[in-house]
């Protein structure tokens, strides 16, 4: 419809105005009153002892140049009583108000959330609102975000009012296409990844270049990094200068929580031995399919293995093997 053929009435002029600004469907708008109409004439029809039967059917003749309006009733063969309540004005100029206030906040909302569909896979900072034991509310920006359980870190206890930095995972949208959330998440292994390029610009600009990570979130993080330019240190760059930049994604993590960067080879030998840091003096014993055994001085056995496992575990979801772990004091036999 078009807005400028619609005349200067005071109805007509308000719904121009809001289209206009809030760039939304004139039609659009007509319809949701409309909608608001027939749900507000059965709600009166209600409360004054008249019971509307579920099959009835109606329709609302609205004019977009004045607001006036009449309710229909429609009977068999197309026919049309005019069932329009006397005094009804009033109930339908507070239903018309709230349905543009409500299509004025859903069209907001869908507009942010376009905008956050492009940002998907970045980090966005937001306010701890609301937790409960399914999901966390988060205030981001002008909207809000939901963090559920299952993307969140194991054992940390975000509380109402804390400020953290959140991955933008994905949109969901309810089948009705009314509902659209805002899924965020400090689990996914692409938080960290975007940690390292908030703080490394060589990962922001891709001169490094993040080959793997392997992370049980609030436990361990293991990242093998490689270079695309001669002359830079793919690991010296995201440590930093006395350690400054990985204490940086240090600190949006929990302190139980470690990072270990590792340099990625497409030597297999190679990288197994890096993956096992921060052990040192590792040796290949054997190499198999699916399986290697290593063996390390036993004081470096424990550093190996880390606490329950889990750095000989982490490396071996880097390399894409189980890693077995002895002493060279105690070296396991490798069967021929």
């Known amino acids: 419809m078009d807005l400028k053929k619609l005349p200067r009435t005071e109805f007509a002029s308000a719904v121009a105005q809001i289209a206009g600004e809030r760039n939304i469907d004139i039609q659009s708008i007509l319809d949701s009153i409309e909608l608001g109409l027939i749900s507000a004439y059965k709600r009166d029809q209600k409360e004054h002892g008249v019971i509307v039967p579920d099959e009835a059917e109606?329709?609302?003749?609205?004019?977009?140049?004045?607001?006036?309006?009449?309710?229909?009733q429609i009977l068999d063969g197309d026919q049309q009583k005019d069932v329009t309540p006397p005094g009804f004005g009033r109930i339908a100029a507070q239903t018309a108000k709230q349905v543009i206030d409500q299509k004025i906040h859903d069209v907001e909302k869908e507009n942010l959330i376009s905008d956050y569909e492009k940002k998907l896979g970045t980090l966005v900072s937001g306010t701890v609102l609301k937790v409960d034991s399914y999901r966390m509310a988060v205030g981001i920006g002008k909207t809000e975000g939901i963090c559920p359980r299952e993307e969140q870190i194991r054992g940390e206890n975000l509380t109402v009012g804390t400020r953290k930095l959140f991955l933008l995972k994905s949109i969901f949208r309810g089948e009705d296409g009314q509902k659209s959330?805002?899924?965020?998440?400090?689990?996914?292994?692409?938080?960290?990844?975007?940690?390292?390029?908030?703080?490394?610009?060589?990962?922001?600009?891709?001169?490094?270049?993040?080959?793997?990570?392997?992370?049980?979130?609030?436990?361990?993080?293991?990242?093998?990094?490689?270079?695309?330019?001669?002359?830079?240190?793919?690991?010296?760059?995201?440590?930093?200068?006395?350690?400054?930049?990985?204490?940086?994604?240090?600190?949006?993590?929990?302190?139980?929580?470690?990072?270990?960067?590792?340099?990625?080879?497409?030597?297999?030998?190679?990288?197994?031995?890096?993956?096992?840091?921060?052990?040192?003096?590792v040796k290949i014993v054997s190499l198999g399919d699916k399986t290697v055994v290593v063996s390390v001085p036993e004081d470096q056995l424990a550093l190996a293995i880390g606490a329950g496992g889990e750095n000989v575990r982490l490396a071996g979801e880097l390399v894409g093997l189980e890693i077995k772990v002895a002493s060279k004091e105690n070296k396991p036999e490798v069967k021929k």
């Open 181 to 281: 959330d805002i899924i965020l998440s400090r689990k996914d292994p692409e938080f960290i990844t975007q940690l390292l390029a908030r703080e490394v610009p060589e990962v922001g600009n891709r001169s490094v270049i993040i080959e793997k990570i392997a992370r049980t979130p609030g436990e361990r993080t293991k990242i093998a990094v490689s270079s695309t330019q001669p002359g830079i240190d793919p690991v010296g760059s995201c440590i930093g200068q006395k350690g400054s930049r990985i204490q940086s994604v240090l600190n949006e993590l929990p302190p139980e929580e470690k990072v270990d960067v590792v340099a990625f080879s497409k030597n297999l030998n190679q990288f197994i031995v890096q993956s096992l840091s921060p052990a040192s003096d």
């Open 58 to 72: 109606f329709k609302v003749e609205l004019s977009p140049e004045t607001g006036s309006f009449k309710v229909f």
